[in-house]
C-alpha cells in the first residue's frame, strides 16, 4: 500500500490550492481514505474523510471552505482548499483507512 500527496504550497489569506493523493497497492475503491493536517507545535488533526462510494464528512474546522473528492477510476483523492487563513497553515497528509500514511505535502498560508 502506497499513497503519496502533492499540490501544497505557498499561498496569501483567503486563496486556494489543490491537494492531490495518489494511491496503490489495494483496490482503492474499497476503501476510504482521509486528510489530515499538523501544525506547526501540535497535534495530528482529521479534517475529512471520504468513504468508497463518496460520502464525505468535514471537521467543523473546515467545513465550508475545504472539499474532498475522490476519482475511483484514477485512484486519487483531492483536497480542494479555499478561502485559506494563516491557521491552515500545516503538513496536509492523505490517510487510507487501516492506517497506511503519505509522507505529507506543506501548505503555508501567508502574506
Known amino acids: 500500500v502506497q499513497v503519496a500527496e502533492s499540490g501544497g504550497g505557498l499561498v496569501q489569506p483567503g486563496g486556494s490550492l489543490r491537494l492531490s493523493c495518489t494511491a496503490s497497492g489495494f483496490t482503492f475503491s474499497q476503501y476510504s481514505m482521509m486528510w489530515y493536517r499538523q501544525p506547526p507545535g501540535m497535534e495530528r488533526e482529521l479534517i475529512a474523510r471520504?468513504?468508497?462510494?463518496?460520502?464525505?464528512v468535514y471537521a467543523d474546522s473546515v467545513k465550508g471552505r475545504f472539499t474532498i473528492s475522490r476519482d475511483n477510476d484514477e485512484r486519487m483523492v483531492y483536497l480542494q482548499l479555499d478561502r485559506l487563513k494563516p491557521e491552515d497553515t500545516a503538513v496536509y497528509y492523505c490517510v487510507r483507512s487501516g492506517g497506511f500514511w503519505g509522507r505529507g505535502t506543506q501548505v503555508t498560508v501567508s502574506s
Open positions: 471520504i468513504s468508497g462510494s463518496g460520502e464525505a
